[in-house]
T-cell receptor, first 115, second 109 residues
Framework: IAGITQAPTSQILAAGRRMTLRCTQD?????MYWYRQDLGLGLRLIHY???????GKGEVPDGYSVSRANTDDFPLTLASAVPSQTSVYFC??????????????FGPGTRLTVL | GQNIDQPTEMTATEGAIVQINCTYQ??????LFWYQQHAGEAPTFLSY??LDGLEEKGRFSSFLSRSKGYSYLLLKELQMKDSASYLC??????????WGAGTKLIIKP
């Protein structure tokens, strides 16, 4: 593995189902982020984690939860999917712990469709 | 509120120069980033400006004026592979990135 991987690449999901999007990085970065990207809108932060064991809410956290049990993994869970959660989801990471400016590096994304 | 504005779409000719503008209003400022995103792919880092002035990196340059809340990305000697969306993002006082909607750049031969 080199960088950030996300799984699945794409998924079609029935409304009401539970879904976990996986994100793994091998760069030993401290901070990790989940964004959603919708047509005509900028990337919007869902949740973030500055270090393993801590998480925080971003701009659009409702309907999503995260955990950060270790440095490498940062899964995003949709407890009960709704059609408005149809989007492309990007995981990102940065070396520092969210306390100074730093470049964020992105995974390839997961395209999720909720019907 | 926080706001990042950039044009939705621009068209340019192969070999030419294009300037993509970005204006911002944010709570705090810890630098401005430009990312490139090809269709169906992840954003990739292009540049970071925190001080006023021009930063040059090969064919790409980025300019910042903090007093005007303004930045631009300058692309020279355009190539077909430069067809992509260009995302402007400002790091706010909490070190979170606030993103513009992106500018889709179309390069014509």
């Amino acid at each position: 593995i080199a960088g950030i991987t996300q799984a699945p690449t794409s998924q079609i999901l029935a409304a009401g189902r539970r879904m976990t999007l996986r994100c793994t990085q091998d760069m030993r970065h401290n901070a990790m982020y989940w964004y959603r990207q919708d047509l005509g809108l900028g990337l919007r932060l869902i949740h973030y984690s500055n270090t393993a064991g801590t998480t925080g809410k971003g701009e659009v956290p409702d309907g999503y939860s995260v955990s950060r049990a270790n440095t490498d993994d940062f899964p995003l869970t949709l407890a009960s999917a709704v059609p408005s959660q149809t989007s492309v989801y990007f995981c990102a990471s940065s070396k520092t712990s969210g306390d100074k400016p730093d470049t964020q590096y992105f995974g390839p994304g997961t395209r999720l469709t909720v019907l | 509120g926080q706001n990042i504005d950039q044009p939705t779409e621009m068209t340019a000719t192969e070999g030419a120069i294009v300037q993509i503008n970005c204006t911002y209003q944010t709570s705090g400022f810890n630098g401005l980033f430009w990312y490139q995103q090809h269709a169906g792919e992840a954003p990739t880092f292009l540049s970071y400006n925190v001080l006023d002035g021009l930063e040059e990196k090969g064919r790409f340059s980025s300019f910042l004026s903090r007093s005007k809340g303004y930045s631009y990305l300058l692309l020279k000697e355009l190539q077909m592979k430069d067809s992509a969306s260009y995302l402007c993002a400002v790091m706010d006082s909490n070190y979170q990135l606030i993103w513009g909607a992106g500018t889709k750049l179309i390069i014509k031969p």
